[in-house]
């Protein structure tokens, strides 16, 4: 565990039972050089987080400005070799950092690494398999998002070369794989089963709310 994680949670209006269980997932990791950058995208009141006493749990506050902001307010606070994200309302499972730090030490040339996930929630639970190697992966990029974006841990040189936009309102992931992609900026790929991340499906999900917005998003890229 020589290289710190850090993990960006951004955080606007949100369940603060789902908050707590998220957070708790990350606490429990088997791999423990971690900081949890909890980016409080202008919440009232603001997010107070010392019930936790964890050193490693940082909470950079800002006016709300929306998830691309907060996504890169948290990259260029972050200290860590490997930042990975999460939303406020997911699971990781316990060993997901360790397994995601080992396979990007193993493979050098991956600069951006999802997983499988489970839905869960008020749907039927399934889990999603994405595509595992880089060549398909990079192919079907073109037609659709094969990352999982709060799967998600990446090499922090990466964002020395692209960053979030806010071209892709509700679809800024896409955007960035599409960038990555077409540039030549980095490869991509995901870890083989099993999955890394629970993802809760709920009536106030980004892609339920602004479903129409996402979808625009994703057309325009």
């Known amino acids: ?17 789902y908050l707590q269980l ?6 429990d990791q088997t ?6 950058l909890v980016v409080d995208d202008g ?24 998830l691309v902001s907060a996504l890169n307010n948290g990259v260029a606070n972050s200290n860590g070799m490997y930042i990975a994200r999460m939303d406020a309302d997911d699971i990781s499972v316990v060993d997901r950092i360790s397994r995601q730090v080992a396979y990007l030490e193993d493979h050098p040339d991956i600069d951006v690494l999802g997983g499988s996930c489970e ?13 595992t190697t880089s060549g398909s992966l990079h192919f079907s990029t073109f037609f659709n998002c094969s990352i999982v974006h709060p799967s998600v841990m990446f090499r922090k040189s990466l964002f020395d070369k692209t960053a979030y936009s806010s071209d892709f309102n509700h679809a800024e992931d896409y955007g960035l794989w599409l960038d990555i992609v077409s540039n030549r900026l980095g490869k991509m790929s995901n ?24 979808k625009q998003s994703t057309i325009n890229a």
Request: net charge positive; no cysteine.
């Open 191 to 214: 870890l083989p089963p099993p999955h890394i991340i629970r993802l809760r499906k709920h009536d106030k999900n980004i892609s339920k709310v602004h479903r129409a917005v996402q």
């Open 22 to 27: 998220a957070i708790n997932s990350l606490l």
């Open 1 to 17: 565990e020589n290289h710190l994680v850090s993990i960006i949670i951004p955080v606007y209006e949100p369940d603060h039972n």
């Open 119 to 131: 839905i869960f929630g008020n749907v039927v639970s399934k889990v999603i398999y994405p595509p």
């Open 43 to 66: 919440n009232t009141p603001s997010l107070d987080m010392s019930d936790y006493h964890d050193q490693r749990i940082k909470v950079l506050r800002q006016e709300h400005r929306g």
């Open 31 to 36: 791999y423990t050089n971690l900081e949890i």
